[in-house]
């Protein structure tokens, strides 16, 4: 079987190759990838390479694929597997493996198993794990978008707090409490919205920051307040950058007390510290947004610490219970992954945004493995008509959905795009 793929070899150093995967063992499974979303993990991968936890020392002559956030088609079924799996069936796939107390990951370590390619091979520890999850959604695109979802609700749910007098860890953010999601009109904080409007567990109060004006009017545009009050929680969108004493104002958002959970969407020294200095009695600070500096650090009310009862914490990644919330949730219709993603592009532009990431405007890459397409914005599909007629009915279709991408725009690339 012949793939086409992206595949690392050193810092910066992403290649586009054909090449030949070997015959599957009898505890593998073959997949077809058919969507892969760009996430900046893939970014920090590429530019540290062989530097990156993950990544094998040797990449340099053993090269891996990236891209982590797949879903696609199992086309082959080694013999271990059969009775589970069976060709033709879509899946998504959780990649926080953590196998034996390995870091190996798709997407990051394995020669022939990573979401940038047109067929990939998964091995027997994805399957041994239960991290091959089926998914019976209207779109491909969305059980991508599964994985990042993933790593918001895992953040919901590792938050904790306690009773005064009480060493027991209440897990999950406070149902009817206030919530601070700092940095929060990007991709991932977008996402981070919709589940706090929409989970199982909400909070009353949700305020969302950022110093963007063109992400925070988007956000707003998504989540109108006919939404929120629909919902029964109290939703407010607010540029710190035009108020003179930040903290003040958020606290006064939150009745003068502070939250009970804050999350931080960008690795910034002063947001971290705005975050500790908004938090309330027993408030949960959960520190969302991975750095690439291995010093990154900043101060931290420690007399809070020991007499606020604060906490603060870490997430990276979700694990295989969040991830088929997270499926679950969007086959519901509940959540909108859609909301996260602003370009489409093919196999041919996966590379070039990975490393171009972070200087990239807007919210998700969404790749669809199978098609050469310049990573385009969803709002400049109408202005490339012209160039070619298929964006102009895709342009139509996502107008009808409020200018998001959705399942049957999917469905027309897939048929009609080269």
């Not at 063992?25 to 990838?33: A, C, K």
């Not at 060709?87 to 979401?115: I, T, V």
């Not at 091979?121 to 599964?146: H, R, T």
């Not at 992954?337 to 919210?363: C, D, F, Q, R, Y």
């Amino acid at each position: 079987m012949k793939t086409r793929a992206v595949r690392l070899y050193g810092k910066k150093d992403l290649r586009l190759e054909d090449f030949e995967l070997p015959a599957i063992r009898e505890d593998e499974i073959l997949v077809q990838v058919i969507s892969d979303s760009i996430c900046m993990s893939s970014y920090k991968a590429a530019i540290l390479g062989p530097d990156h936890k993950r990544v094998p020392n040797d990449v340099d002559k053993n090269p891996v694929i990236i891209g982590h956030e797949m879903a696609g088609n199992i086309v082959q079924v080694g013999a271990k597997w059969q009775q589970q799996f069976q060709p033709g069936e879509k899946f998504a796939l959780q990649p926080a493996l953590n196998y034996k107390g390995s870091m190996d990951s798709p997407g990051y370590s394995y020669r022939y198993c990573g979401g940038a390619a047109t067929y990939a091979i998964l091995p027997q520890e994805v399957m041994e794990l239960g991290c091959l999850l089926k998914y019976s959604g209207d779109s491909y695109f969305e059980a991508s978008l599964a994985e990042p979802m993933s790593c918001i609700i895992g953040a919901f749910h590792a938050s904790y707090h306690t009773d005064m007098g009480s060493y027991e860890h209440k897990m999950g953010i406070v149902a009817d409490g206030k919530l601070a999601i700092l940095a929060g009109a990007g991709p991932m904080g977008l996402g981070a919205i919709d589940y706090a409007l929409h989970g199982d567990r909400r909070p009353g109060l949700i305020v969302v920051t950022d110093m963007d004006p063109a992400r925070l009017a988007r956000a707003q545009a998504l989540f109108p307040p006919e939404e929120t009050k629909k919902a029964g929680i109290d939703l407010h969108f607010v540029n710190t950058g035009n108020i003179k004493d930040p903290v003040k104002y958020l606290r006064d958002l939150a009745g003068g007390a502070g939250f009970d959970d804050v999350h931080v969407y960008a690795p910034v020294r002063a947001l971290v510290e705005q975050a500790d200095q908004i938090l309330g009695r027993d408030g949960c600070l959960n520190f969302f947004a991975g750095p690439t500096d291995t010093a990154f650090s900043g101060p931290i009310n420690y007399y809070n610490v020991h007499y606020n009862s604060a906490h603060v914490m870490g997430t990276t990644g979700g694990n295989t219970s969040d991830m088929i919330e997270s499926l679950r949730l969007t086959e519901k219709k509940r959540i909108r992954p859609a909301v996260m993603v602003t370009h489409i592009g093919g196999l041919n532009s996966a590379a070039e945004a990975t490393l171009k990431l972070p200087e990239l405007p807007g919210g998700k890459k969404l790749i669809y493995t199978g098609i050469d397409m310049e990573l385009t914005a969803i709002d400049d599909f109408a202005v490339k008509k012209e160039k070619n007629p298929h964006f102009a009915r895709l342009a139509e279709i996502c107008q009808q959905h409020k200018g998001l991408w959705n399942a049957e725009a999917e469905k027309y690339l897939l048929e009609h795009w080269q």
